[in-house]
């Protein structure tokens, strides 16, 4: 029998794919920001200089950012005998980048300017948790607490370019889903799509530990560090990766849920469907578990782990054992950490480590002596700010198109 193969539908030729012009003019719009914002007021030459862009492009460039005072004038250079040339600065506070982070049982959030500095904060409870079974109520209030920071942003005159939350959870990325965030009750959560159709402002959704890593990197370690690990502890548990300078989120945004790492054998012969088996131990309600296993008293919230961590302080035996086992599985975490990625340094943050890290970090790094190749640097930082410094930097950067950390 004869084959006869189906013809073939005929296709158009492919078209190589250029950049518009529009693409190339928001390129050179960047370019021109980030070196004024890096390197303060200069003159039009200087920065023809340091752009390499033409003296044209400049000049319609900067005109159409002084139309939308994203950049001003400011002083005058130095007189070298002729005319001292007009220097151009950026203007920071002529836009805001609204940051949230959203906290155990608490909404953070900051009005920033456009150089990642904090011009408000505001907090608030938040109600509704996962195991109420309220993700819609929990994702009304994340709505109305970001539509009050925009308002604060017009009221300072600097209407808001972008919003940037931090979620503890699984988030995709660009398109704004949180996948997976047990705290918050949420899955396939479109907080990026209802933010923008709210405020009327591009949203980008990122794992908050991600956000920490990023600003720890930037701000809480000396420059230079290429491979930095932020551990933060609080109702769950996770990790965030800056590896070679960049930060690495993984397939789906997924790495460094560290939280679902199996602690032991008996872990294979059980699902977790919710939090992981790490942060079932070490997370709030496994420490609150283990705090009333002991015969301590089982208090709503962090008061349990607060009086844990006093007691332990005082030398109370039954606190001070306690504390021992929960170092040692942070230590185990550490050292599984470090073989694997070897960072030159392992921020810890959340309230455990808030609450009791002088206890908890001296004997984490202890117990590690000797036992791995290369002990990272330990150091314990304030996870709640970084969050939101981190938030605000991510958002300006996304909608920039810098390239910077971000994949």
């Known amino acids: 029998m004869t084959r006869t193969d189906p013809p073939r539908r005929s296709q158009a030729p492919s078209r190589r794919r250029t950049a518009t012009t529009r693409m190339v003019s928001q390129v050179n719009r960047t370019i021109l920001l980030d070196t004024l914002r890096e390197s303060g007021p200069m003159s039009r030459q200087r920065i023809i200089d340091e752009t390499g862009l033409s003296p044209a492009t400049v000049n319609r460039l900067l005109d159409a950012l002084k139309a939308e005072n994203l950049v001003t004038d400011g002083e005058r250079e130095a007189s070298r005998g ?10 920071a506070q ?45 994702l009304e209030q994340v709505i109305a607490f970001a539509t009050g920071l925009a308002q604060s942003a017009h009221a300072l005159g600097a209407p808001p370019r972008a919003v940037a939350v931090g979620v503890p959870g ?6 704004g889903f949180v996948e997976f965030a047990p705290a918050l009750g949420w899955s396939s959560m479109p907080l990026g799509a209802r933010l923008t159709e709210e405020l009327g402002v591009p ?36 990790a965030g990766l800056v590896l070679g300078g960049r930060l690495h989120r993984g397939r789906l945004g997924a790495a460094g849920e560290v939280g679902y790492l199996l602690m032991e ?14 942060e079932s131990s070490v997370g709030l309600h496994g420490i609150r578990s283990r705090i009333a296993e002991h015969g301590g008293s089982d208090e709503p919230g962090h008061s349990a ?18 504390v021992r086992q929960l170092a040692d599985d942070f230590a185990l975490v550490v050292a599984d950490i470090a073989v694997l990625l070897s960072p030159e340094v392992v921020v810890l943050g959340g309230r455990t480590f808030q609450l009791g890290g002088d206890l908890l970090t001296p004997a984490v790094e202890s117990r590690l002596q000797g036992r791995i190749p290369l002990v990272p640097r330990l150091t314990t930082v304030d996870s709640d700010e970084l969050q939101l410094i981190g938030a605000a930097e991510f958002a300006r950067e996304a909608t920039a198109g810098s390239a910077s950390l971000l994949p």
């Open 82 to 91: 002729g005319r001292p040339a007009q220097l151009v600065r950026f203007n």
């Open 94 to 138: 002529a836009q805001s980048i609204l940051a949230l982070a959203l906290g155990s049982g608490t909404l953070h959030g900051a009005v920033c300017d456009l150089a990642g500095n904090i011009r408000e904060r505001h907090s608030l409870p938040l109600r509704g948790k996962a195991q109420d079974g309220e993700p819609a109520t929990v």
């Open 170 to 175: 699984v988030a995709t990325g660009q398109d």
């Open 203 to 238: 949203a980008v959704i990122e794992n908050d530990v991600n956000l920490i890593a990023l600003a720890a990197h930037r701000h809480a370690v000396e420059p230079g560090v290429q491979h930095l690990v932020a551990l933060v502890a609080d109702v769950g548990v996770g």
């Open 265 to 278: 054998r008996r872990s294979l012969d059980r699902t977790w469907p919710g939090f992981g088996d790490l």
């Open 305 to 322: 782990l607060e009086h844990l961590f006093a007691d332990a302080r005082r030398g109370e035996p039954r606190a001070s054992g306690l």
